[in-house]
């Protein structure tokens, strides 16, 4: 209850919430009613398991678009993972595909690289 109530009131200041690893451990339907969660971070066990049935992960993204939530697709790794998500509405991607952790220093000169390009 103390975490909705300071969720809310700093919702209302414009400071917006990511909720991470949906679909895995302590997420669920009731937090994202009742919490004032902007975007919504598929677990990266959802996006693997969504090339075997894409009709969910295409049903979870309506949901949460009609919720008003940003939805972000964690892991993705591959060519047809990206299509895949991109095919189903998904906003944003992270994962492999893009770049393997980098350390501070390597992060700054892929964003320059990326910027002069």
């Given at each position: 209850e103390t975490v909705s109530?300071?969720?809310i009131e700093l919702s209302?200041?414009?400071?917006?919430?990511?909720?991470?690893?949906?679909g895995t451990g302590y997420s669920n339907l009731r937090?994202?009613?009742d919490l004032p969660y902007d975007y919504v971070k598929f677990d990266k066990s959802v996006i693997h398991a969504a090339i075997a049935n894409?009709?969910?992960?295409?049903?979870?993204?309506?949901m949460l678009h009609k919720m008003g939530k940003?939805?972000?697709?964690?892991?993705?790794?591959?060519e047809e993972q990206l299509t895949?998500?991109?095919?189903?509405?998904?906003?944003?991607?992270?994962?492999?595909?893009?770049s393997k952790p980098l350390k501070?220093?390597?992060?700054?000169?892929l964003?320059?690289?990326t910027l002069n390009s």
């Open positions: 109530d300071v969720m209302l200041k414009k400071i917006t919430f990511a909720l991470d690893d949906f937090a994202l009613i894409p009709s969910m992960l295409t049903l979870l993204t309506e940003c939805v972000i697709a964690e892991g993705v790794e591959t895949l998500v991109r095919s189903v509405g998904i906003e944003l991607a992270q994962g492999y595909y893009y501070e220093i390597d992060f700054r000169e964003i320059i690289q």
